[in-house]
């Protein structure tokens, strides 16, 4: 978009817009929702529609819109602006097209730019109607009395398919480099996660959020044995800080558990805030387990805490590790110095394996190289006393983050 010209200081300048800030979203549950402004939200990214510096050039005061029906995710789609630059009076430089850029990543006639047929669908009996798709696999009421309910898809779904196209539009606003996935392959699964709101005999719902899985077959093991991995999740703005990330997780996790040919659960390529929610989920629960109690975590990591952690709760060896750092930081009293010197060894020696590894490789290219040759391969090599450093640095960053697991863990 933008990026293709240096506008610099020139007065073109002026109609260079963030996309971020010009675009705005709303899911809409009634005609009135359309003007309520307290219900708008804005993207995290944009670098896959408008391009990498998501960037947009040629109008002043610009803002595009993005609404969808809070049930059936029907699209409204606009823009407007009190200015646009004049190909005239610019050698004939123009304004960007706005609208092709963003209606691509959107299900094929899925949306329209008339606000007139856009609130029809909103007021329709497909929309107030509406009733999820797929396997009801849980129902709750979240700390703030709203009902949810999350459901269990996949391709072979009745109306599932065209539903998730219109659905999988939100990534790319929210997950960086995020694709989207091939339902001719019949191993996703996909929970869906609906707000169930409305009175006595008149329900309706409104998507809040929703979660990936691929089932991999898991190689080496017995016959039909499979190895689900979370791919995507998405958690909704006007939904998140709600705690309801933790309940999908944790919906997600408890319909494998009872699965006996589920060896455990991986995770493609987390993001930061995946992390921290998956490690808070996996630590509520191994607090729960015989093997993860006081007096066996402090005799430290044991194969009978990743056998637990794998048949109770389907987590895998290298999460068990990771959660039992948590749960021992949790019992390490950090007024005993002996007590907190012992703990800070036994991370920082699990950290140091990388390392370790590679002053093996090195001793076995020193005895092929010769001198000359195995002192250049080292110029870029890492030394004692950096690698020492380097440890305590990331010592230091994961206690910081272990602590506040804890402290979530606590208030939950």
Request: include cysteine.
């Amino acid at each position: 978009m933008a990026e293709e010209i240096n506008f610099g200081s020139s007065a073109l300048a002026e109609y260079v817009t963030d996309a971020n800030d010009a675009l705005e979203f709303k899911l809409v549950r009634k005609p009135e929702d359309f003007s309520d402004t307290s219900l708008a939200f804005k993207p995290e990214m944009c670098h896959q529609i408008y391009g990498d510096n998501e960037n947009v050039f040629g109008y002043r005061d610009l803002k595009i819109c993005l609404y969808m029906s809070a049930a059936t995710l029907k699209s409204f789609v606009t823009f407007s602006y009190t200015d646009k630059v004049d190909p005239l009076k610019t050698d004939g430089v123009t304004a960007d097209d706005l609208i092709s850029p963003l209606v691509k990543v959107l299900a094929p006639d899925s949306y329209t730019d008339s606000k007139e047929q856009f609130l029809k669908e909103v007021a329709s009996e497909e929309e107030t109607g509406f009733r999820p798709m797929g396997e009801l696999v849980h129902n709750f009421t979240s700390s703030a009395g709203k009902q949810y309910e999350v459901y269990k898809c996949q391709e072979s779904t009745t109306g599932f398919r065209d539903y998730h196209e219109r659905l999988q539009a939100w990534v790319m606003f929210y997950i960086d480099a995020a694709s989207y996935i091939d339902m001719d392959d019949d191993s996703w699964r996909i929970f869906l996660m609906f707000e169930k709101y409305g009175g006595v005999g008149e329900h309706h719902y409104a998507m809040a959020g929703y979660l990936t899985v691929y089932e991999y077959y898991a190689y080496g093991r017995e016959v039909n044995m499979k190895r689900p991995r979370i791919s995507q999740m998405l958690v909704l703005p006007n939904f998140q800080r709600q705690g309801l990330g933790a309940a999908l997780l944790e919906t997600v996790y408890r319909s494998y558990r009872g699965d006996e040919k589920v060896v455990d659960i991986t995770v493609e390529d987390p993001s930061d805030n995946f992390v921290r929610l998956r490690d808070f989920v996996d630590t509520k629960n191994c607090l729960g387990l015989k093997a993860f109690s006081k007096i066996e975590v402090m005799k430290g990591f044991s194969e009978t805490m990743v056998e637990a952690a794998a048949k109770e709760l389907k987590i895998c060896k290298k999460q068990s590790r990771r959660v039992y750092e948590i749960i021992r930081l949790h019992y390490t009293s950090l007024s005993t110095p002996q007590e907190y010197k012992e703990y800070r060894l036994d991370v920082k020696k699990r950290l140091n394996v990388p390392y370790q590894k590679e002053q093996s490789q090195l001793s076995k290219l020193q005895k092929a190289l010769k001198p000359e040759e195995f002192a250049a391969a080292m110029v870029n090599i890492t030394n004692r006393e950096q690698r020492l450093e380097i440890l305590e640095k990331q010592f230091v960053e994961l206690e910081s983050h272990y602590k506040s697991i804890l402290e979530k863990v606590a208030a939950a």
